[in-house]
């Protein structure tokens, strides 16, 4: 998928800077809208909007090869199925843009072609990462409503 990285960047530093460290690279951004960086702590992190989580994945160079060889996490990363679904149903994403849950996955949205279009890339991240934020203390079965200014 092709990106502009400053504005990755700037995108994840604005809404995912309660957890994340300074970044330094971008790495990859798949058709889902999923984040590989390097960020100014030396670690390998994935951000997974649709999740809504930013997480080590690895600590050296070393390890993020491996996680890049490693064929379920692959899969995981490229959902080559469902992209190829989407694809069809709402056209390649172009430049900045990605497919993206309506409802994000850890909130009862589905990974279907219902509740999945696409999307300007930067506004998704930043959106998710705001949901992240406010929902990241929430156990399950919590009660919680959205108000959108």
């Known amino acids: 998928m092709q990106f502009d990285g400053p504005s990755v960047i700037e995108a994840l530093s ?16 798949s058709s889902m809208g999923n984040v590989f960086l390097k960020c100014d702590d ?3 992190w994935r951000i ?7 997480e080590t994945v690895a600590r050296t160079s070393g390890e ?7 064929t379920e996490y692959k899969k995981d990363w490229q959902m080559a199925s469902l992209v190829a679904d989407l694809i069809e149903s709402y056209g390649e ?7 993206g849950l309506t409802i994000p996955a850890v909130l009862g949205g589905e990974y279907s072609i219902d509740n999945i279009r696409r999307r ?6 930043r959106f998710t990462g705001d949901v992240a934020r406010q929902t990241k203390d929430l156990k399950d079965g919590d009660t919680l409503k959205f108000e959108w200014v």
């Open 42 to 44: 030396q670690n390998y």
């Open 93 to 99: 994403p172009l430049i900045g843009e990605c497919f």
């Open 14 to 29: 604005e809404e995912w800077a309660w957890i994340l460290p300074p970044i330094n690279q971008v790495l990859a951004v």
């Open 120 to 125: 300007g890339l930067y506004e998704y991240l």
């Open 48 to 54: 997974c909007p649709e999740e809504l989580t930013a």
């Open 64 to 70: 993020l090869d491996a996680l890049y060889s490693d």
